[in-house]
């Protein structure tokens, strides 16, 4: 486990938090599609990121979900810190994009390894600009961009995260994401199948124009 650290994180934090991490954290695998967190649940841990990726949205009062981010490999869900340092319950869910491991370490540790390390001091507010940002972008989607826009941005996301230009998604999954309908995807979907930047096949989608 202590060298799945240091590949993930190792060019990030010094040798004595890394002994910390690997003493305190516990490994724990996620298969494609795993609840790991969910709204109002109590975070009693933080997952650090070694490998595969993870959802971060929303949920609406009707249900309806809305995407936020994703964390992959060295990455650390900012909104699960910030209910760490307040005390409260999960305002995310997170679902394992693809098979992952996760590394969760106690909550307890946060405040003592911020006055600890300056490299962990760092991770977790470069950690919070970076989901801001990111937050910010997913803001400006829905007050700026047409659904035709935010269709090429995700998938286009979806490839990155997934480091394949084969998404594997459904026509439903898309719109529950994108917090629209099925029918308004798969019109928009077969528009840029025609425009040759991506080609339908059941149960994915395969991106030629990226």
Known sequence: ????????????????????ITKKGVLKEVKEGDLLIDIE???????LMLSGA???SRIDEEGDELLLYFIEKGDVCAMT??????QSKSEIRAIAESDTEVLM????????WLQKYSSWRSFVFESYNTRFSE????????????MHE????????????????????????????LHTSRVVISRILKSLERENKIVIHRNNIQVLEF
Not at 41 to 47: F, K, R
Not at 156 to 173: A, F, L, S, Y
């Open 1 to 20: 486990m202590e060298q799945k650290i240091r590949d993930s994180y190792g060019y990030l934090f010094e040798e004595d938090l890394i002994q910390e």
């Open 41 to 47: 649940d109590t975070i009693t841990n933080i997952p």
């Open 54 to 56: 993870i959802k971060i």
């Open 81 to 86: 810190l910030t209910c760490c340092i307040g």
């Open 105 to 112: 370490v106690p909550v307890e540790n946060m405040d003592l």
């Open 135 to 146: 937050m910010l972008q997913s803001i400006d989607s829905l007050a700026f961009m047409n």
């Open 150 to 177: 935010r269709l090429i941005k995700y998938l286009r996301e979806k490839v990155i995260v997934g480091k394949d230009m084969m998404v594997n998604t459904t026509h439903q999954k898309v719109a529950s994401d």
